[in-house]
Structures are given as C-alpha cells and as structure tokens.
C-alpha cells in the first residue's frame, strides 16, 4: 500500500480528518499499519480534491504542496466577513454591484504575477502564533503581502446578465496563493466588497476530481477490503518528471548512499526505476545521480 488515494472532501472536514479516514479505512480493510500523510491543506469550508499519502508516497508530499492548483469559487457581492468566507462576521457593505463586463475588465489585472495580502483568519504565523488564533482573539493581524502567480482566471458561471450579486470563477494559481484574498482583491477593484460562498479544489498537481472518490465510497472499499483499487501508484504524483531506468548494480548503489557517474541523462529531477519498481527520487548534474528521496520498497 504505497501510493496514493485522491478524496472528495466534503464540506466541514479538515484535511488532518481526512487522513485519518483513509486510517481508519486500511484499518477496517486489514491492511495494517501505514504511514499516511496528506498533499495540501484544504479548509474545512472548501471540497474537493485531497490527495492523501500512503506508505513511501508520504515522502513525496511535500512536493505536493509546493504544485499548482485548479479551484471553482463564488464570489458574493455587498458584504466582506471578517474571514473573506461565509463563516464570518460581516465588517463591511456595499450597495455596488458589478456588471459582467466590469468584472471581465478587471480579471487581466489579477492574472499573472500578483502580489497579495492574506487573511487574517490563515495558518501563517505572526511572531510565533497562527494569525488565525490572533484575530479570533481580537488582536490586530498585520501580514506581509507575498508574490504569487495567477496562471489563469476565468468566468465559470453567472447568475444574470444584469448586474451581478455573485459570480463564480475558476482559478488556476500556483502555491501560496489564497483564494479569499483574490476575491476580496477582486471585489474592491470593482468598486464594491465581497467574500467566498463556494470554493471546490478541482485539481492539485497532476491529481483531479476524476480520480477523487467520497469518504461513503472510501468505507465501501475498505468493507470490501479492495481500497487498492482506488490506490494510484506513487509513480503517480510524478507524473511531470522523467523516469531513470538502472541496472540492478546501480539501483543497489543508490539504496546505498551512493552518486552514480557518467549516467546519460539530462539534469534536473528524475524517477529513478529497476524495472517497474520505484528506487528513488534522483537529481541529475553533469551526469551524476544524487539521491533526493529514497523509496523503502
């Protein structure tokens, strides 16, 4: 059991939850024990695509964080939340309300390379304590705007013609990026104030809704103890790197410690494979092969 299962998480579950389901669920499948992980925070208030680590695939988690990722998300015009969600309290009105055509007009300047503040209601720290537990707390949370990359942005779906009350978007952005800050953003270039109803994560990295499943469907497959069915194999959360086929000689140096020479490859990363089975994670230079994550198989 060493790979990957993508959850459709449902509204009101933390990510840290989410792993523990997919515990519970190889436990009631008798598959033993198994490191589990997950790739990617998700707010209990946002769905969508979680992909959950297990077995040797958690070493490749963090590599999971650092990708990019595809949300849908609504935007309500009138009101801002002290949280930029619906689960605040409000803090701000307006009784402007954009057309279809401002919005579209406006959307080129929050695509590309953006600067944005986050939330305060976020899991950054401040001086040692998470934001979030300093606004909750009432005190003033001041955050460094930080650069991020908004690689498309696009209207998913209108209520009306007319002026609108709420619009969702879909956004693909790449790491760091928070979604309540770019419709808060949005909503003030527009002359108006807004915060996030909806917000469904549609893809991380190479991982999509297509192969998420429900928790319900997650407790069927451990019933029937066939959860490796629904678990992609670790090669799939590197499916943008080259793979590196080795000797048995080399493979053996590699789970050594060692650097291999003379290796035609070019630099950068690679899935370093005897035969059909992973070995490592490996970083090519000038023809040496370095270990960057070793895989236990």
């Given at each position: 059991m060493h790979g990957w299962i993508i959850l459709d998480k449902p509204l009101g579950l933390g990510s840290t939850q989410g792993v523990?389901?997919?515990k519970r669920a190889l436990r009631q499948g008798g598959y033993g024990k198994w490191k589990v992980g997950h790739g990617g925070t998700l707010?209990?208030?946002?769905?969508?695509?979680?992909?959950i680590a297990v077995g040797e695939a958690t070493?490749?988690?963090g590599r999971?964080?650092?990708?990019?990722?595809?949300?849908?998300?609504?935007?309500?015009?009138g009101e801002?939340?002290?949280t930029l969600d619906a689960e605040g309290k409000g803090v701000a009105t307006s009784?402007?309300?954009p057309t279809r055509t401002a919005l579209e007009a406006v959307l080129p300047r929050f695509t590309g390379p953006i600067e944005q503040v986050p939330p305060a209601y976020s899991a950054l720290k401040v001086d040692g304590e998470r934001a979030y537990d300093l606004a909750r707390a009432g005190a003033e949370v001041v955050l460094a705007t930080r650069a991020v990359t908004i690689h498309a942005l696009t209207v998913?779906?209108?209520?009306d013609a007319g002026v609108l009350e709420e619009v969702t978007l879909s956004a693909h952005v790449s790491k760091g990026t928070y979604i309540r800050s770019l419709a808060r953003d949005i909503a003030l270039a527009l002359g108006t104030v807004g915060y996030v109803t909806m917000l469904r994560r549609t893809k991380a990295g190479p991982f999509d809704l297509s192969q998420a499943i429900s928790l319900d469907n997650l407790d069927q497959h451990a019933m029937a103890r066939t959860l490796e069915q629904r678990l992609l194999p670790l090669r799939a959360g590197l499916d943008d790197i080259p793979a590196l086929s080795l000797t048995p000689d080399q493979a053996g140096a590699l789970r050594q410690g060692r650097v291999l020479a003379g290796i035609a490859a070019v630099d950068g990363l690679h899935f370093a494979l005897l035969g059909d089975a992973p070995v490592a994670l490996v970083e090519v230079t000038d023809g040496n092969v370095?270990?960057?994550?070793?895989f236990n198989l």
């Open positions: 523990s389901a997919v707010d209990p208030l946002a769905t969508g695509v979680l992909p070493k490749l988690a999971m964080l650092d990708s990019d990722k595809v949300y849908d998300f609504t935007i309500r015009f801002q939340t002290d009784d402007v309300r998913a779906a209108v209520a370095r270990v960057e994550r070793g």
